[in-house]
């Protein structure tokens, strides 16, 4: 094979792979100047037509189809990275306040023009949020629906045990002292009577 073929052939995969590797859409235009310059070596054309051809070639596609293959590929890919970022927690740096059209968020490290899902609800600098939509350049956030850390937990006070139907409770028991005898144990009814006196033995 002519040195001269294998010489565009190599350039045109290096072109390629520097390409793939950094993706930059600069090479890949070097890249179709090399393989216009393997069809021009293909038919013989002398080496000067054929880098004539190759530099031709390869900066009218940079300098002329770069630039706008640069906007679109761009443009998805900073589509596609906004809208990763719905559903991720932010922290409000700036008071949101959509009256004013006010508002401030981090996420990442990168700040954004934030705004609240609900125009009647303000959201203090420091609050934490989580992203719901994307609108143009800003970011619609809303609270999260969590108890915040330190808040007071209000404790209910134990109620009272209530007796079952079935149980009595028990009534009071009373003590009476017999002269001469040991103490007896009585229980009080609903009415008081008057403890009784055992007779003793005379």
């Given at each position: 094979?002519?040195?001269v073929l294998i010489f565009w052939?190599?350039?045109?995969?290096?072109?390629?792979?520097?390409?793939?590797?950094?993706?930059?859409?600069?090479?890949?235009?070097?890249?179709?100047?090399?393989?216009?310059?393997?069809?021009?070596?293909?038919?013989?054309?002398?080496?000067?037509?054929?880098?004539?051809l190759f530099l031709l070639v390869?900066?009218?596609?940079?300098?002329?189809?770069?630039?706008?293959?640069?906007?679109?590929?761009?443009?998805?890919?900073?589509?596609?990275?906004?809208?990763?970022?719905?559903?991720?927690?932010?922290?409000?740096?700036?008071?949101?306040?959509?009256?004013?059209?006010?508002?401030?968020?981090?996420?990442?490290?990168?700040?954004?023009?934030?705004?609240?899902?609900?125009?009647?609800?303000?959201?203090?600098?420091?609050?934490?949020?989580?992203?719901?939509?994307?609108?143009?350049?800003?970011?619609?956030?809303?609270?999260?629906?969590?108890?915040?850390?330190?808040?007071?937990?209000?404790?209910?006070?134990?109620?009272?045990?209530?007796?079952?139907?079935?149980?009595?409770?028990?009534?009071?028991?009373?003590e009476t002292r017999i002269p001469?005898?040991?103490?007896?144990?009585?229980?009080?009814?609903?009415?008081?009577?008057?403890?009784?006196?055992?007779?003793?033995?005379?």
């Open positions: 094979m002519d040195m052939m190599v350039i045109l995969i290096l072109c390629i792979v520097i390409e793939v590797l950094t993706l930059g859409l600069t090479t890949i235009w070097f890249a179709a100047g090399a393989l216009v310059a393997i069809f021009a070596a293909l038919l013989y054309a002398p080496i000067f037509v054929q880098v004539i390869s900066l009218t596609l940079l300098f002329f189809t770069r630039p706008i293959a640069v906007k679109y590929f761009n443009r998805d890919r900073v589509k596609t990275n906004v809208e990763s970022m719905v559903g991720r927690q932010a922290i409000v740096t700036g008071e949101i306040d959509n009256v004013q059209a006010t508002g401030q968020v981090t996420v990442s490290g990168q700040e954004w023009s934030a705004r609240s899902w609900d125009d009647k609800v303000r959201i203090p600098a420091g609050a934490v949020v989580v992203v719901v939509a994307i609108s143009g350049v800003k970011l619609i956030v809303r609270t999260e629906q969590r108890m915040e850390a330190g808040a007071p937990v209000k404790e209910e006070a134990p109620q009272p045990m209530a007796a079952s139907p079935g149980e009595e409770q028990e009534a009071p028991k009373e001469g005898g040991e103490p007896q144990v009585s229980e009080a009814g609903p009415e008081e009577k008057e403890p009784e006196v055992a007779k003793t033995e005379e």
